[in-house]
């Protein structure tokens, strides 16, 4: 793409740059800003000098809850990332059009729910005499005493990957649909079986889509307060309920924004694979 | 692997029961909400409600009613969330489409943030300050927040839908003597539209289902649906929960069942960039 740039590139750059200001400064001013303060809050004691007592304080009382925030995060990604190559990679093989149509009007209701309704949901479908209950008993696949809530983390885990494993399909089912199918093609014609393909030819050439589409989730996971708080608000939790109880009840900026930041510690762990990912990205971007 | 091998009706029969099942994983958690929308009473242990009815309906749209009120917040957000959005994202969008730019990467990489970072530490130090401001609690306190998060997007759509934009359109019209903002107006934006809608539909569902900002920076005055919803299931209220959760269902499964008409190949290779 070249600019329609016919006049002096001097100003065209200051216009450009007046045109983008605005942006950045609402992302300035209401995001970046409260980050850095959240990084001065932590690290900063009664006097104004720099403690560490506040990290201290957040690994004391929520190892636990970092820890268990990490795994629930973690599984659900991987179960996320199953999911989606499952439903995408028979979206893309599938040899028969009319399940391959079902599966495609199916997967995608939960995409654009929000994370406190899918919440909400749950809470009532995965509780003791909810409706999965309902028909497992039903269905005579368990007995009326087992039943049992599954509103501790594997409820978590479920809600998220119900929301999310949609949004990773769409995004992994679009980059499996733009593939020369030439490959895919002479694999079959020689005979190879569709879960080969699918692992040996399909999913390598989208592995940069699958990540993405998998890191974002990872973050987007770590920040979701209601779902935790409305299917297992109770110790052991995530790390998102201990930061809104320290606020809420003790007004503890501190220990909370230290909390925050081991978040984003979190985080940063996708992160390094995220930039690691676009950054192949931008330079195929700036070569156009 | 041994799929290949079993008989063709065997094959059926597996590919039915998959699907039904993983229509009862997404199906079966929207019907236990209707179901509970229309409970008039619902005791444990019975699988179904005993009473069906609208009474909670009424209690829910009745004119004093909460409900009303909070989607009437909830929208009003959103759309002033939109226009704030759109406002800053559409001259950046352009801007990034078309004009060359100083530290563009440093440029693309702020816009990266809001999606790429967890923004609980955003939400809790923003409701400080914004309390000391006296913007706590207040609608203009909420949108800047959810704009903040919502222009993001809104930024790169705008880019991609410019992008698409065929320059050579541009160029006739500035030869043909328009000047750089009659050619905006009359032929770039127009031909960027679609792009411009599916952006602004974007940040519009976002504000609308946005819950932690809200929860930190609205209190105690803005009370949105999402939160309206938290506050009845939290208080064991789960008609009164399940029927705003509907509410908020309408406007989700609604873009769901549109949205390829606006997330086409090019917006969806955004993603990541």
Known sequence: ?288 | MSAMTLPSPMRALIRAVVLALLAFAIFGPLLNLLLWAFAERWYFPSKLPSDYGLTYWYRVFQPRGNALASLGTSIWIAVLTVLVSLAVAIPAGYALARLKLPWRGAILLVFLLPQAVPNLPVYVNIAQVFYQIGLNGTILGVVLVHASHGLVLAVWIASAAFASVDASLEEASRNLGASALTCFRTVTLPLAAPGLIASAIFVFLESLDEFTGTYFVGVPDVTTLPLLMFNATMGGNYQISSITALLLLIPSIGFMLVVERFLKADVLAMVGR
């Open chain 1, 1 to 288: 793409m070249t600019s329609v740039a016919i006049d002096r590139p001097t100003t065209r750059r200051g216009i450009g740059l007046a045109l983008i200001a605005p942006a950045l400064a609402v992302v300035g001013l209401f995001f970046v800003a409260p980050l850095v303060m959240s990084a001065v809050v932590a690290f900063r004691g009664k006097d104004g000098d720099f403690t560490l007592e506040h990290f201290a304080k957040a690994f004391d009382f929520y190892t636990t809850d970092l820890l268990f925030t990490l795994a629930i995060v973690v599984i659900s990604t991987l179960l996320i990332g199953a999911v989606a190559i499952a439903i995408a990679g028979y979206l893309t093989l599938g040899e028969h059009p009319r399940a391959v149509a079902v599966l495609r009007w199916l997967y995608r209701w939960p995409l654009f729910i929000p994370f406190v309704v899918a919440g909400q949901l749950m809470r009532t479908f995965l509780a003791k005499n909810g409706m999965l209950n309902h028909v497992l008993i039903g269905s005579g696949l368990i007995e009326p005493l087992s039943a049992q809530s599954l509103l501790d983390w594997r409820g978590i885990v479920i809600a998220f990957v119900w929301k999310q494993a949609p949004f990773v399909t769409l995004l992994l089912a679009g980059a499996m649909a733009s593939l020369e199918t030439q490959h895919i093609e002479a694999a079959r014609n020689l005979g190879a079986r569709r879960l080969r393909v699918l692992v040996d030819i399909v999913l390598p050439q989208v592995r940069g889509t699958l990540l993405v589409g998998l890191v974002l989730s990872f973050v987007t996971m770590l920040s979701v307060l209601s779902v935790p708080l409305m299917i297992n608000p109770n110790s052991p939790t995530m790390v998102t309920v201990d930061v809104a109880y320290r606020i809420s009840t003790h007004a503890d900026y501190p220990v909370a924004n230290a909390l925050c930041l081991l978040t984003l510690v979190l985080a940063a762990v996708g992160a390094v694979f995220y930039l690691r990912h676009s950054g192949v990205r931008a330079e195929g971007q700036a070569g156009r």
